[in-house]
């Protein structure tokens, strides 16, 4: 008879764990968190210094009604929940819904292991602790002000806006950071610039090879307009090219780092083009356990949420004897180039890495889905080259005088792979540039060619899952566990789209953004946010007191609330009136906000149901056919504004146009911010509105 209950998270682990033990323990799992705030109240007494009022989550009531069965039979309870913040405190949580603290003839003890093997089970079981309570408070701390902000801001937007909305601590932040770079896009205004390359061929060579401008005879290397390009040309006429300079060298490319959270999560993204939440779902699957053929059901990956980079000892050691054995003992990392974790890391946890570098994904292959077998490869690989040599390039670069204009060439070969053998990251570029051989300072070259091309700088790129992620980390907003539940949520509110990779603010998007800067700005601010994260930090490093974070908290946030009550009174968001008159019944139709933004209902909504597309009307002419310009939407939700002829006319463009014609070329103008530019790029007019 079991004598020994060890209680985990998932169910999924409950068969691999039982079998590391054997019979004399009984393992369970708790599904998660069995207690919760309510979610019918704010759950908090804020008259009684902020205490939460936790109760069972609907549903557990049966789970936590086997568990007290299992804990009577049992004379040692092991709380083996995930090892972090958030397993820390379910361990908790089940300590008072089992009423583990008053079993004295119990003894109960909290155990931990970053990957579910049988050697970090066992060796767990002979290092118990008890709870660490200040990791629970840094829990408890987050879930109250994540609460908080959500129960006092949401009505609002419900009110103000429709019903299903809401705000968070974190999501409303994201959303934020969305709506600022979508301004930046739409308020950048091109500047013109030119390239200039020389085709030249060396003696005896019937290939020309391509030297790029470097620099004028005045130092200036820019080409700013073709004023200065025709300048340049001319200049060149009738001179010489001429090797001026040769340098060989070599450079070493150092491997990556082994995978965090984040960079999981930005690595999967741009390489196998899998969104945050999938590769989490995929990774949860990795480490819980999958049935490997000749293993049985193991954890093929350590424990996911982490933005630690340390790989402990025993691993390492593996990884460089498994490197040495297949690849050579040249390709093993001396041990003093592997990085350290610096010093703001939480570094209790190891980076996410094979549990087993035997495991090749190769001999995996045939267990697993496509899916996880393309996610595990990844992990497999980077944590790999983690251990391995830097690759080395010999690199020559040349320069090559035109009568004091000065163009260059450069190239590399790899002399030693290194770790590049078994990885490159996906937006790595193999260089393919050549240089003739035989060319010396001197050397005279023969002019096949000049080619000229007009530029313009390019606004910044679009947030990416994978770019939001990083933006996210760099900022210190959020942690590894809530970067995918947190554009999850704003994606499913319909704040954002996605379209081809990248995210979109949508007009509702816009609607509630534009709210909480107006009313709760120190919510979305970006540098509260990040040090209030660094306060709930020291929570878990029992530095600060939790019910001191939320007692400085919580007041300024009423006062917001309060204010935002009487301010937003005269914002008439939805159901605004319009001009249109419900064909169905004669009432006046109002604007309302979907999923997809405005739309126009009747108001005598249930008797009459008639809906229809609400067209904003923008009074400019259409630069194609004459009509009205009118506001748009794609699919998704994303705004663009387009002909009211369409599709007989396919005119469109993301920014707002104006009536004004370009002065320069006759082309429509657009505008941007404070600015009117001209449409045509090649035009590249800009004058004040």
Same mark, same amino acid.
């Not at 155990?111 to 970090?120: C, D, Q, R, V, Y």
């Not at 009432?587 to 904003?616: Q, S, W």
């Given at each position: 008879?079991?004598?020994?209950?060890?209680?985990?998270?998932?169910?999924?682990?409950?068969?691999?764990?039982?079998?590391?033990?054997?019979?004399?323990?009984?393992?369970?799992?708790?599904?998660?968190?069995?207690?919760?705030?309510?979610?019918?109240?704010?759950?908090?007494?804020?008259?009684?210094?902020?205490?939460?009022?936790?109760?069972?989550?609907?549903?557990?009531?049966?789970?936590?009604?086997?568990?007290?069965?299992?804990?009577?039979?049992?004379?040692?309870?092991?709380?083996?929940?995930?090892?972090?913040?958030?397993?820390?405190?379910?361990?908790?949580?089940?300590?008072?819904?089992?009423?583990?603290?008053?079993?004295? +003839?119990?003894?109960?003890?909290?155990?931990? #292991?970053?990957?579910?093997?049988?050697?970090?089970?066992? %060796?767990? *079981? =002979? !290092? $118990?602790?008890?709870?660490?309570?200040?990791?629970?408070?840094?829990?408890?701390?987050?879930?109250?002000?994540?609460?908080?902000?959500?129960?006092?801001?949401?009505?609002?937007?419900?009110?103000?806006?429709?019903?299903?909305?809401?705000?968070?601590?974190?999501?409303?932040?994201?959303?934020?950071?969305?709506? +600022?770079?979508?301004?930046?896009?739409?308020? #950048?205004?091109?500047?013109?610039?030119?390239?200039?390359? %020389?085709? *030249? =061929? !060396? $003696?005896?060579?019937?290939?020309?090879?391509?030297?790029?401008?470097?620099?004028?005879?005045?130092?200036?290397?820019?080409?700013e307009n073709k004023e200065k390009l025709d300048e340049i040309v001319k200049s060149l006429e009738g001179k010489k090219f001429v090797v001026s300079e040769i340098k060989n060298g070599e450079r070493t490319k150092k491997p990556p780092v082994p995978f965090t959270t984040s960079t999981l999560q930005q690595e999967a993204s741009k390489a196998l083009n899998f969104s945050t939440q999938k590769t989490m779902r995929l990774a949860q699957q990795l480490y819980e356990g999958v049935d490997v053929k000749g293993h049985g059901t193991i954890g093929l990956i350590t424990y996911l949420r982490t933005d630690s980079i340390r790989v402990a000892d025993e691993a390492d050691l593996t990884a460089r004897k498994f490197i040495e054995e297949q690849y050579g003992k040249q390709y093993v990392a001396p041990s003093s180039t592997v990085k350290k974790a610096n010093g703001k890391?939480?570094?209790?946890?190891?980076?996410?890495?094979?549990?087993?570098?035997?495991?090749?994904?190769?001999?995996?292959?045939?267990?697993?889905?496509?899916?996880?077998?393309?996610?595990?490869?990844?992990?497999?690989?980077?944590?790999?080259?983690?251990?391995?040599?830097?690759?080395?390039?010999?690199?020559?670069?040349?320069?090559?005088?035109?009568?004091?204009?000065?163009?260059?060439?450069?190239?590399?070969?790899?002399?030693?792979?290194?770790?590049?053998?078994?990885?490159?990251?996906?937006?790595?570029?193999?260089?393919?540039?050549?240089?003739?051989?035989?060319?010396?300072?001197?050397?005279?070259?023969?002019?096949?060619?000049?080619?000229?091309?007009?530029?313009?700088?390019?606004?910044?790129?679009?947030?990416?899952?994978?770019?939001?992620?990083?933006?996210?980390?760099?900022?210190?907003?959020?942690?590894?566990?809530?970067?995918?539940?947190?554009?999850?949520?704003?994606?499913?509110?319909?704040?954002?789209?996605?379209?081809?990779?990248?995210?979109?603010?949508?007009?509702?998007?816009?609607?509630?953004?534009?709210?909480?800067?107006?009313?709760?700005?120190?919510?979305?601010?970006?540098?509260?946010?990040?040090?209030?994260?660094?306060?709930?930090?020291?929570?878990?490093?029992?530095?600060?007191?939790?019910?001191?974070?939320?007692?400085?908290?919580?007041?300024?946030?009423?006062?917001?609330?309060?204010?935002?009550?009487?301010?937003?009174?005269?914002?008439?968001?939805?159901?605004?009136?319009?001009?249109?008159?419900?064909?169905?019944?004669?009432?006046?139709?109002?604007?309302?906000?979907?999923?997809?933004?405005?739309?126009?209902?009747?108001?005598?909504?249930?008797?009459?149901?008639?809906?229809?597309?609400?067209?904003?009307?923008?009074?400019?002419?259409?630069?194609?056919?004459?009509?009205?310009?009118?506001?748009?939407?794609?699919?998704?939700?994303?705004?663009?504004?387009?002909?009211?002829?369409?599709?007989?006319?396919?005119?469109?463009?993301?920014?707002?146009?104006?009536?004004?014609?370009?002065?320069?070329?006759?082309?429509?103008?657009?505008?941007?911010?404070?600015?009117?530019?001209?449409?045509?790029?090649?035009?590249?007019?800009?004058?004040?509105?």
């Open positions: 008879m079991a004598n020994s209950l060890v209680i985990v998270e998932s169910p999924a682990k409950v068969k691999t764990i039982k079998k590391f033990l054997g019979s004399s323990y009984e393992v369970d799992a708790s599904g998660g968190h069995v207690r919760d705030l309510p979610k019918s109240q704010l759950g908090i007494d804020v008259d009684h210094d902020y205490e939460p009022k936790y109760i069972t989550i609907r549903g557990k009531g049966d789970v936590l009604a086997k568990l007290r069965k299992e804990v009577k039979k049992a004379d040692k309870i092991y709380l083996a929940t995930d090892p972090d913040r958030e397993g820390e405190a379910i361990s908790w949580h089940l300590m008072k819904a089992l009423k583990l603290d008053d079993a004295k +003839d119990k003894k109960v003890y909290r155990i931990s #292991f970053n990957e579910i093997t049988k050697n970090a089970v066992k %060796a767990s *079981l =002979k !290092a $118990p602790r008890s709870i660490d309570m200040n990791l629970v408070d840094a829990q408890q701390a987050r879930r109250v002000l994540d609460r908080m902000v959500g129960y006092s801001i949401s009505p609002i937007l419900w009110e103000k806006v429709k019903r299903g909305l809401s705000a968070g601590r974190v999501q409303s932040v994201a959303l934020r950071m969305i709506c +600022d770079r979508e301004e930046e896009i739409a308020a #950048f205004i091109p500047e013109e610039y030119w390239s200039l390359e %020389a085709l *030249l =061929k !060396a $003696p005896g060579a019937r290939k020309p090879v391509t030297a790029k401008f470097y620099r004028d005879c005045n130092g200036r290397n820019e080409i890391i939480q570094d209790a946890h190891e980076a996410i890495r094979p549990t087993n570098i035997d495991l090749t994904p190769v001999k995996v292959k045939d267990s697993l889905s496509r899916d996880q077998f393309r996610l595990y490869q990844l992990i497999w690989k980077r944590f790999a080259a983690s251990r391995m040599a830097n690759a080395v390039y010999e690199t020559t670069s040349v320069k090559i005088d035109a009568g004091g204009t000065i163009f260059s060439m450069s190239a590399s070969r790899i002399k030693f792979d290194g770790f590049m053998s078994v990885y490159m990251e996906a937006d790595e570029k193999e260089e393919k540039n050549q240089i003739p051989a035989k060319l010396e300072i001197g050397t005279e070259l023969e002019l096949d060619e000049l080619v000229s091309a007009q530029h313009f700088t390019q606004p910044p790129a679009h947030y990416t899952e994978a770019a939001l992620v990083k933006a996210l980390e760099e900022q210190g907003i959020g942690r590894p566990s809530t970067y995918a539940p947190t554009i999850t949520t704003i994606l499913a509110r319909r704040y954002i789209v996605k379209e081809n990779k990248n995210l979109y603010v949508t007009e509702l998007g816009e609607v509630v953004n534009r709210i909480m800067k107006q009313s709760f700005p120190s919510i979305v601010d970006i540098t509260f946010t990040a040090n209030l994260e660094y306060l709930l930090d020291s929570v878990g490093e029992g530095q600060t007191d939790w019910k001191t974070v939320v007692r400085n908290f919580y007041p300024d946030l009423m006062d917001a609330v309060e204010e935002a009550k009487l301010s937003l009174e005269t914002v008439h968001i939805a159901d605004e009136e319009s001009d249109e008159v419900c064909e169905v019944c004669g009432r006046r139709m109002v604007i309302k906000y979907g999923p997809h933004g405005k739309f126009l209902a009747c108001p005598g909504f249930p008797d009459c149901k008639n809906t229809k597309p609400y067209l904003e009307k923008t009074g400019i002419p259409c630069p194609k056919c004459g009509k009205e310009v009118i506001l748009k939407k794609t699919k998704k939700g994303r705004k663009y504004y387009g002909c009211e002829a369409n599709p007989d006319c396919d005119f469109m463009s993301w920014q707002k146009p104006s009536a004004e014609k370009c002065p320069e070329c006759g082309s429509y103008m657009v505008e941007k911010g404070n600015k009117l530019v001209c449409a045509n790029e090649q035009c590249g007019f800009v004058k004040n509105k």
